[in-house]
C-alpha cells in the first residue's frame, strides 16, 4: 500500500505565495516521475510541474518564473513554492507519484486527494 497526501492549500491574495508539500509513504521500493498537477471544475486535470525519471523539472508555461518544484533527496516528499499567484491559478492541486512496490512489480500512479488553492482579492 502506498499513500500519496498533498497539504498547504489555502486561500491568498493576489501576487501572494503559497507553498504545497506532498508525502509519500508506504510500501516504496522505488520512485520514479513525480509531479504536481491541478484541475478546475469542467476541465480537464493539467501538468503544473514534474520530475522526470531522470530527475529533470518541467514546467508549464503559465507558471514558468513563479512556481519551483522541489523534493527530499529519498523522494518521499515533494513541494511546489507557488510565488505571484494569480486568479487564474485557482484549482485543486494534486500530487502524483509513480512508485515501484518491490523490484519485481511495475511502477503505477499513485495521486493524492488534492488541495484547495483560492487566489482572490
Known amino acids: 500500500q502506498v499513500e500519496v497526501v498533498e497539504s498547504g492549500g489555502g486561500l491568498v491574495q493576489p501576487g501572494g505565495s503559497l507553498r504545497l508539500s506532498c508525502t509519500i509513504s508506504?510500501?516504496?521500493?522505488?520512485?520514479?516521475?513525480m509531479g504536481w498537477y491541478r484541475q478546475t471544475p469542467g476541465k480537464q486535470r493539467e501538468l503544473v510541474a514534474m520530475?522526470?525519471?531522470?530527475?529533470?523539472?518541467n514546467y508549464r508555461d503559465s507558471v514558468k518564473g513563479r512556481f519551483t518544484i522541489s523534493r527530499d533527496s529519498a523522494k518521499i516528499a515533494m513541494y511546489l513554492q507557488m510565488n505571484s499567484l494569480k486568479p487564474e491559478d485557482t484549482a485543486v492541486y494534486y500530487c502524483?507519484?509513480?512508485?515501484?512496490?518491490?523490484?519485481?512489480?511495475?511502477?503505477?500512479?499513485?495521486w493524492g486527494q488534492g488541495t484547495q488553492v483560492t487566489v482572490s482579492s
Open positions: 502524483k507519484a509513480d512508485v515501484k512496490e518491490s523490484f519485481d512489480t511495475d511502477y503505477f500512479e499513485y
Open positions: 508506504g510500501d516504496i521500493f522505488s520512485i520514479g516521475v
Open positions: 520530475f522526470t525519471e531522470h530527475g529533470e523539472t
